[in-house]
């Protein structure tokens, strides 16, 4: 489970980590009110559960309350990538001397944690990865030993951060740790010109399996295309590129994300509908997928099992009839093979929709869906 910035912010301030003051609001007049209580200038941020905040101007900056709440009002019910705004963190502004990166992670490969600590930050981190690679300091993690101070002092050194960083990232892995989290990380990490070591941002994801370990409020409806999903059983990912996927079996979905990798193009987003999905949930994951603006082509892979092929045709031609003129303006790929692939494709062909091109194979659709989306 993905935490928005603020809340990713009280799980530091409680361990002692320093944060900007602020408060969130989700009116312009609360933005008003929060920003009267603080040192001007202040930067209005959008809350919301995606990267590119600045770049869609969802961060502004304001010189008193009275700018705070227009500025508000401007980012409240914002759309960034898929994902509505519905509340905002009022900060006091902070001037950074030196920007810098510190992240933890489960590195699922290795089957350890993993450590990332750069004085690059600020920026893209796979920038910071391919363009100056001894920039970014990478230390896998004993699980039983963790990090303590000394091992903090030793990360901080590595990366050239001064040694007043240390303490925030051995708190840092307190948050880890005691708050099962998957991914913690703060970009950036800054040192004021008085000398101050403080989180600008805060990213942290928290495993969904051990939340029965915690007493925590479930988490507030976004009112995005993950919320949208949710509700009705669907597990859908935002990513970055242009080609929406879906397809049944989360080893069949990472597949079909690789192959259209390979075929040059990288996925807006990707659903699982599942063994055993209806016809109305294939119509259902269709229509979330297509309420992605940045898809540009779609690609339906499924194999059918349990999940028969006719159910998916019947689900394709179901969503496109009620998505109507929606419906028409982006290109399907269809593979189906596996039960019922025969019945599946005739369902298609028979609907004869102008959106859907069938195509055989898996690498074959993924190409296509590939060349469709870097034509659109």
């Not at 809350?47 to 508000?72: L, Y």
């Not at 031609?317 to 596996?338: C, K, N």
Request: contains cysteine; glycine residues 12%; aromatic residues 4%.
């Amino acid at each position: 489970m993905d935490l928005y910035e603020y809340q990713a912010k009280e799980l530091f301030g409680r361990r002692g980590i320093p944060v900007p003051a602020g408060g969130v609001a989700t009116s312009p007049e609360q933005a008003r009110e929060i920003a009267t209580g603080l040192a001007a200038p202040v930067v209005v941020k959008a809350q919301v559960k995606t990267g590119g905040r600045g770049k869609a101007g969802g961060i502004r900056a304001a010189s008193g309350p009275g700018e705070t709440e227009a500025e508000a009002a401007r980012v409240l019910g914002m759309d960034i990538r898929g994902h509505v705004a519905h509340a905002v963190l009022v900060e006091a502004a902070t001037t950074p001397a030196e920007e810098y990166y510190a992240a933890y992670l489960v590195d699922r490969a290795e089957g350890t944690f993993l450590a990332m600590v750069s004085r690059h930050g600020g920026m893209d981190i796979e920038e910071v990865a391919a363009s100056d690679p001894d920039a970014l300091v990478r230390l896998p993690i004993d699980p039983l030993a963790g990090v303590d101070a000394d091992t903090a002092g030793l990360l901080a050194e590595k990366a050239g951060l001064p040694p007043e960083t240390a303490k925030v990232l051995h708190r840092l892995w307190q948050v880890m740790v005691e708050e099962d989290a998957l991914l913690v990380e703060v970009n950036p990490l800054v040192r004021t010109a008085d000398g101050r070591i403080m989180a600008l941002d805060g990213k942290v994801t928290l495993d969904g399996n051990a939340a029965f370990r915690h007493d925590r409020e479930p988490p507030a409806a976004s009112g995005g295309l993950e919320d949208r999903a949710r509700a009705k059983g669907l597990n859908y990912v935002k990513l970055a590129g242009r080609v929406g996927v879906v397809g049944n079996g989360a080893g069949l979905v990472m597949s079909t994300l690789d192959v259209v990798a390979q075929a040059g193009a990288a996925p807006a987003n990707f659903l699982d509908i599942g063994g055993g999905a209806s016809a109305q949930v294939m119509a259902d994951g269709l229509e979330i997928i297509l309420s992605d603006p940045d898809v540009r082509s779609v690609l339906v892979n499924v194999f059918g099992g349990i999940t028969t092929c006719d159910a998916v045709a019947t689900g394709i031609v179901t969503a496109l009839h009620q998505l109507g003129e929606r419906g028409l303006s982006r290109p399907i790929v269809v593979r189906l093979d596996g039960n019922n692939a025969e019945v599946g494709r005739r369902i298609l062909s028979d609907a004869r929709h102008p959106a859907v091109r069938q195509v055989f194979t898996m690498d074959g659709a993924a190409e296509l869906a590939a060349g469709l989306a870097a034509g659109a």
